[in-house]
């Protein structure tokens, strides 16, 4: 296949399917414009969670900052009836095989599964897992009335009945291995158990009776097949007239099958090197179990809430197919960063803000992302006492980004003030427009200070780039 082809595949319905792309906007009105029915084998959804805070982060290198907030004035109806087109789009573009999974915490994860079981019908669900996120958790600290809150649910739907499934294995606790693999061979240090050979079921069942180290019975293999052990050293009479046993090693086994509650991966810590400074960001180990259990290479992942980009990040590393989608054009470009450092050279980024429109319309934190890019500027770190000053340009000038028509005099009068107390004698402010009094108190500023106010537009950037 061509490599301009690689990233597009015909599904049943003769429609292409563009994977390796990252779609900026609501999943709700990206998915029927981006995938037909039928299309996905594994859907993996991170939704924010209804826990009423407001999240601010500063993303990794400091560039970035993407404040968001996770709240629905109105209650948890309000939050579902948010939910549930979303959700009825992800269940259309799967397939008859494909599973979804659906990751919420303790606040809303009985309403969304009420929500999953219409959408899905309750027979087709196939697991609730809970993820034990960490051992211990602040809000059970002095004076604290309930439990500690330590786990998440991730609930598991499939499709239909024949959905795929490659079960995962993970290594023995060192109690189970002290309870079943306590011998140890002297000269290899190989861990092994004695398992039962005895037939199951006896003569009911087919199995062979006969003598063997003079013990009779119905045994598991022929006569033959034990003997071919015996040789071996597989077979152990620990006695004469003992029954003999099959000797079982530790490291020949797949490990313990993965069951419905995880405990054995953490959440992601501050001194991890998987932190990239988003607060609800999921471990590469959680999605990693996720994705080999219910998808094969070269099938397609879909993340429609994809935040910073861990889903399809891991999907990328395990020979995957990928399609990413988030409402956030500073996550969708962060992404695309992230992906192109794990060597996606032809990620694509499809929706971005580009009109004056779609721009006017940008969330508040979105769109003082935007003018920090555009005109090369760094954002504050400082959210609290900040004094006005919302970035840093290479040349050090100060920054204020205003949302806002006909900006005034006030306005300059504030940033001058606060241009003065870092010792700066220039900065910029970028707005939607500004009034005729904010010229004339550059001017007077100028001439009185010694302050030098540049006044930029966002039509003025999107002119220069």
């Not at 599973?99 to 009985?110: G, K, P, T």
């Not at 609290?384 to 340009?393: A, S, Y």
């Amino acid at each position: 296949m061509p490599k301009s082809l690689i990233h597009q595949i015909l599904i049943t319905t003769g429609e292409p399917v563009q994977t390796s792309v990252i779609y900026c906007g609501d999943c709700q009105r990206v998915l029927p414009q981006a995938l037909p029915d039928a299309s996905v084998d594994l859907v993996y959804v991170d939704p924010p969670f209804f826990t009423s805070r407001n999240y601010e982060v500063l993303w990794g290198d400091g560039y970035e900052l993407r404040a968001f907030e996770d709240r629905w004035k109105g209650g948890i109806e309000n939050y579902i009836a948010w939910m549930e087109p979303k959700m009825r789009e992800c269940f259309r573009v799967l397939k008859p095989t494909g599973v979804m999974y659906l990751h919420c915490d303790w606040h809303a994860d009985a309403h969304l599964r009420i929500l999953m079981d219409q959408i899905f019908r309750e027979s087709n669900l196939v697991n609730e897992i809970i993820w034990v996120r960490q051992a211990s958790h602040g809000d059970t600290k002095q004076g604290a009335k309930h439990f500690g809150r330590l786990h998440d649910v991730i609930l598991l739907y499939a499709k239909g009945p024949d959905y795929k499934w490659n079960m995962e294995y993970r290594k023995y606790d060192d109690e189970y291995m002290e309870k079943f693999y306590r011998n140890v061979e002297p000269d290899t240090g190989r861990r092994y158990m004695l398992d039962n050979i005895a037939g199951p079921g006896g003569a009911a069942k087919g199995n062979p009776y006969y003598e063997f180290m003079g013990v009779k019975r119905y045994w598991r293999y022929s006569k033959e097949r034990m003997k071919e052990l015996e040789k071996e050293g597989r077979i152990v009479q620990t006695s004469k007239g003992s029954v003999p046993r099959y000797k079982r090693y530790l490291d020949e086994g797949l490990g313990m099958p993965v069951q419905d509650v995880w405990t054995d991966i953490q959440s992601i810590q501050s001194q991890s090197k998987e932190r990239l400074g988003y607060p609800t960001q999921k471990p590469e180990a959680l999605l990693e179990r996720i994705i080999k259990a219910s998808s094969d290479k070269d099938d397609i992942v879909l993340d429609p809430m994809c935040g910073c980009g861990t889903a399809i990040a891991v999907a990328h590393k395990l020979g995957r197919r990928w399609i990413g989608i988030d409402v956030s054009p500073t996550a969708c470009k962060l992404m695309a960063k992230r992906m192109r450092k794990l060597g996606v050279q032809n990620v694509k980024v499809e929706g971005l803000p580009k009109s004056l429109d779609e721009i006017r319309a940008l969330q508040p934190f979105e769109f003082q992302n935007w003018v920090c890019q555009k005109v090369f500027a760094h954002v504050s770190e400082r959210k609290i006492g900040d004094m006005g000053i919302d970035g840093w340009l290479m040349d050090g000038r100060p920054l204020q980004v205003k949302q806002s028509e006909a900006v005034g005099r006030n306005v300059i009068d504030n940033f001058e003030t606060a241009i003065k107390r870092v010792k700066k004698n220039r900065g910029i402010i970028v707005a939607l427009s500004f009034g005729k009094g904010a010229y004339e108190e550059v001017a007077r500023v100028k001439n009185a200070d010694g302050v030098e106010i540049e006044l930029k537009t966002v039509e003025d950037i999107m002119r220069e780039n």
